[in-house]
């Protein structure tokens, strides 16, 4: 059974610092991972999708790194904003499009 | 993106009654929809994969005469929760993923219950 761990649970800093998030699953045999944003009592957006063969996907400030082998993804979120408060879930994909979700990392910026 | 919608987005009912939420892919046609439910301060939990034309198959411990899954049309999925109770009150969330372009999975925006 896949087990994804996401650490730290929570995660405090002042606005421009730059966040790391990690993400790590015990069965490398994913076909994606999937990172998401979930603001509080809301659902999920989705931020990056890395393919089970590419090392590294950007959006903006966001990049995510994929190193399946060793079964860990990151996601960096350069010059943090109070917007970019909120809990970060990593999920992997497997074949039968199943996902398989970490607790999240509850990111709070303060202004 | 694409789009997934849910309806209602809450729900308060009375312990024993049945509630029926729908899932919608709103631009695209979806074969398989999933089901998740989530706890406070817990994250996702799958809890059933509804596909088109054919039985939703159930995720251990999952009780399938509890969550009726009916995946009617290739737009439209529906979880009803049946003679529910305290406990059934949780986040219920639906996922799409848009094939054959890519994989990724699109959320809803959930469907809070409250069971009195």
């Known amino acids: 059974k896949q087990e994804v761990t996401q650490i730290p649970a929570a995660l405090s800093v002042p606005e421009g610092e730059n966040l790391v998030l990690n993400c790590s699953f015990t069965?490398?045999?994913?076909?994606?991972l999937q990172w998401f944003r979930q603001d509080p009592g809301k659902g999920l957006t989705s931020l990056l999708l890395?393919?089970?063969?590419?090392r590294e996907q950007t959006s903006g400030r966001l990049n995510a790194s994929l190193d399946k082998s060793s079964g860990r993804s990151t996601l960096y979120i350069a010059a943090s904003q109070p917007g970019d408060s909120a809990t970060y879930l990593c999920?992997?994909?497997?074949?039968?499009?199943?996902?398989?979700f970490g607790a999240g990392t509850t990111v709070t910026v303060r202004a | 993106g694409a789009v997934v919608s849910q309806h209602p987005s809450w729900v308060i009912c009375k312990s024993g009654t049945s509630v029926k939420i729908e899932c919608r892919s709103l631009?695209?046609?979806?074969?398989?929809m999933f089901w998740y439910r989530q706890f406070p301060k817990q994250s996702l939990m799958l809890m059933a994969t509804?596909?088109?034309?054919?039985?939703?198959?159930?995720e251990q411990g999952v009780e399938k005469d509890k969550f009726l899954i009916n995946h009617a049309s290739l737009t439209l999925s529906t979880l009803t929760v049946t003679s529910a109770h305290p406990e059934d009150s949780s986040f219920y969330i639906c996922?799409?993923?848009?094939?054959?372009?890519?994989?990724?999975?699109?959320f809803g925006p959930g469907t809070r219950l409250t069971v009195l």
């Open positions: 069965d490398s045999a994913i076909y994606n």
């Open positions: 509804s596909n088109e034309g054919s039985k939703a198959t159930y």
């Open positions: 996922s799409a993923p848009r094939t054959p372009v890519g994989n990724e999975q699109f």
């Open positions: 890395i393919q089970s063969s590419q």
């Open positions: 999920a992997v994909i497997m074949n039968d499009y199943k996902l398989s």
């Open positions: 631009d695209f046609q979806a074969t398989t």
